[in-house]
């Protein structure tokens, strides 16, 4: 007789959450003060607070089994039971929600809980639903408002960036925020650690707007190891998207074991202003005065030798040498009196292709001038067309405002300068609005800001003749030149490092084919630096992927995790050089479309030229080369009415099909009606779509 199988019982409830608190004082909403870091000088009882979701609400009262235990962690995965408690609860219907509160410890603060990390399980109908880990850190000393031996504070700023924070070295600090450019409001803490061992730190940060709402909380949990000297925590609030940030004025505030450690107001209005914040330590409003810290400043020499790292440039590192030992000989003769104390030029030219260094370089220029005293701040903001030219009338003024403002004190970088001056006689176009507004503002001789332009050289040269003005405005024009094969091979090696991975011999052999033959193809295009930054992220990605189709990944080594083979390059070559379509020569249509030319009278010389283009084609194709890219079949058919041009261009057409140079072999007629339009704007449209009929055929003209 066969069992019958019995029917799961469905769960009468949803596990919602475990928390952990040790203050009894009650919050808005039924809340607690959850922590999980509590010091042992100040706890008694250490409650868990268990929630979860009523599914037979508005149906029936039910009975419930709940086990609540605590253990401490000790080492080699082993526990030791604190406490068990059991409950039978019943769970009436007309509770949505069901909560279950309870502590242990003693009623004396100190006596009971002892240094360690610990943990909560829940039980419900003998089910385990939930863990909550919960620390004790025991400083040796009790916490009080003017004694605090976990740490002290050394430094709190504001920044702006992206989701997934700013790297440290690259942080801009603010008192001020745009609110139109402004994505996440970082806050920065520096804390010296007083506490020589490992513990828990937990601390939370509020923001609040100017009405005292609550806007966001975020928590953060660190583990802090004995021979920390320094804790250093961020948290950020905000959006990925830009413009979510109201003006006013708003507040972080900073909590740790449930004490108001500082209060860090800021604005957000229309504009960025650099800076560091005031910080009080609480109400009444205390300012904070931080202790100076001695930061040694770097030379001019050091930031030379920074420069001096990067591979290749050496034209552009003995340029930035010359100017900068020229600007400090003015500086001398100005002091002595032998130079005029009107500000020194010191806007610039950078004309090069993509790839070649001169965002980088801009960013050293910057920190260069401020060296020396020609900036206040050295920063560089950079820019293109986008962030300049308005769409219509009147925009294009204040976006301009807006940069300058933002460059105030360092770099202005416009990358692609030329796009602002497109065509010589576009009246109407708003790049040239933007070009009158920077020779004025260049011409100022109080402006705290360099002007650094950047594109390729014959484009430059249009956009710098563009204006009578702007020409004069730049002094220092410097050529970024691409970089060498040999040095392009170097920068990969630097890359490699970057990324930890690592060529073999074999692999780095073909990496290198693939960068001289982009070199020896290279246009004004060419990524330069950022063709082999993208070559090897590419490779370690074919790498990433011939690892995890392997079994049990994680147990490799690091070499086998980092080492780039042969193989992951030659998938990179085969994306670059895709294979070709194999379509063999159609001898029928061949031998028809070549009786139709000996049929035409006359032509001698032209049909002995067709004849030996397909000997040539048949010689080629046998060696298996890619003709259509290697060699222009364009041709140009020149004589009188009715001397055969469109015909023999048909049996071009017929021809260049049967020897598979072109996939379709149609022809596409056409003339000035059929590509010129009678507006503005159209004739683009109109070229653009003949274009695309004569794809895979031949346009006749």
């Known amino acids: 007789m066969s ?7 469905k769960k009468k409830y949803k596990f919602k959450e475990l928390k952990c608190y040790a203050s009894t004082e009650w919050l808005i909403d039924n809340q607690k003060k959850y922590r999980q870091v509590f010091d042992k000088y100040e706890v008694s009882y250490i409650y868990a607070e268990l929630s979860f979701i009523n599914k037979f609400y508005d149906e029936e009262d ?6 609540l235990k605590c253990f401490q962690a000790i080492e080699n995965n082993q526990r030791t039971e604190i406490c068990s408690l059991h409950f039978d609860r019943t769970i009436y219907k007309y509770d949505s929600v069901v909560y279950l509160r309870e502590g242990w410890g003693s009623k004396q603060e100190g006596h009971f809980w002892k240094q360690g990390n610990y943990y909560w399980e829940v039980y419900i109908n003998g089910e385990k639903e939930g863990t909550k880990y919960f620390y004790v850190v025991d400083a040796e000393l009790p916490i009080t408002e003017e004694e605090n031996p976990y740490f002290t504070l050394k430094s709190v700023r504001l920044y702006e960036g992206p989701y997934g924070d700013v790297p440290e070295d690259e942080r801009t600090y603010y008192t001020e925020f745009s609110g139109s450019e402004t994505q996440l409001i970082y806050l920065e803490l520096f804390f010296d650690n007083l506490l020589f061992k490992y513990w828990q730190c937990e601390v939370f940060v509020r923001i609040y707007n100017s009405s005292r709402e609550l806007k966001g909380q975020i928590v953060r949990l660190l583990n802090v190891k004995k021979d920390d000297a320094t804790i250093n925590i961020t948290a950020g609030w905000g959006t990925n998207v830009k413009g979510n940030w109201k003006h006013g004025k708003y507040t972080y505030e900073v909590v740790f074991m449930d004490r108001l450690l500082a209060i860090v107001p800021f604005t957000v209005d229309e504009y960025f202003n650099e800076g560091f914040p005031s910080v009080y330590l609480n109400d009444p409003l205390i300012p904070f005065e931080f202790k100076e810290v001695d930061v040694e400043e770097e030379t001019f020499e050091h930031i030379m030798s920074r420069i001096d790292k990067y ?14 030992a020229y600007l400090n000989f003015l500086e001398i003769r100005k002091r002595k009196g032998l130079e005029s104390s009107a500000k020194l030029n010191i806007h610039s030219v950078f004309i090069g292709n993509p790839g070649t260094g001169k965002t980088t370089i801009a960013g050293f220029i910057g920190k260069l001038y401020k060296k020396m005293g020609l900036l206040s701040k050295g920063h560089v903001h950079e820019v293109d067309r986008v962030d300049l030219v308005g769409e219509y009338i009147g925009q294009t003024a204040p976006k301009v405002k807006i940069a300058l403002e933002q460059a105030k004190g360092g770099v202005l970088f416009i990358d692609e300068a030329y796009a602002l001056a497109r065509t010589n006689d576009d009246s109407k176009d708003f790049g040239r ?3 009158e507004i920077l020779v004025k503002e260049m011409s100022n001789p109080n402006c705290d800001f ?20 702007l020409n004069s405005r730049f002094k220092m024009y410097y050529d970024f030149p691409d970089y060498l094969p040999q040095e392009l091979s170097e920068i990969a090696d630097f890359v490699a490092m970057e990324l930890k991975v690592k060529f073999t011999v074999k692999s780095k052999m073909l990496l290198d084919e693939i960068i001289l033959d982009a070199f020896r193809k290279k246009d004004k295009t060419f990524g330069n630096a950022r063709f082999v930054y993208d070559l090897v992220e590419k490779a370690k990605i074919n790498l990433g992927i011939r ?10 080594n690091d070499d086998q995790l980092s080492i780039i083979n042969e193989n992951d390059i030659i998938k990179i070559k085969e994306v670059i050089t895709p294979a070709l379509p194999n ?3 159609d001898e029928i249509l061949l031998t028809e479309a070549r009786n139709e030319l000996s049929a035409l009278i006359g032509m001698d010389e032209i049909k002995k030229d067709i004849n030996e ?3 040539i084609v048949r010689f080629k194709r046998s060696h298996g080369e890619n003709l259509l890219h290697k060699y222009f079949f364009h041709t140009m058919l020149i004589g009188n009415p009715g001397t055969g041009k469109t015909t023999v261009a048909r049996i071009l057409a017929k021809l260049f099909k049967a020897l598979s140079i072109l996939e379709r072999g149609h022809l596409v007629e056409t003339d000035r009606q059929g590509l010129i339009a009678g507006f503005v704007g159209q004739t683009a449209i109109k070229t653009t779509e003949k274009i695309d009929e004569a794809v895979g055929g031949v346009l006749f003209y």
């Open 3 to 9: 069992q019958i199988e019995m029917p799961q019982l």
């Open 613 to 615: 283009i397909i000997d």
């Open 433 to 435: 609005e933007v070009i």
């Open 62 to 67: 039910w009975s419930a089994k709940i086990d």
């Open 450 to 469: 360099a002007v650094i332009v950047a594109g390729y050289p014959k484009e430059m040269k249009h956009f710098l003749n563009s204006n009578p003005g």
């Open 311 to 324: 591979i290749g440039l050496s034209q552009i590192k003995q340029s930035i040498r010359q100017h900068a």
């Open 583 to 585: 379509i063999p020569i």
């Open 547 to 556: 690892v995890m189709a392997k079994a049990n990944p994680e147990k490799m």
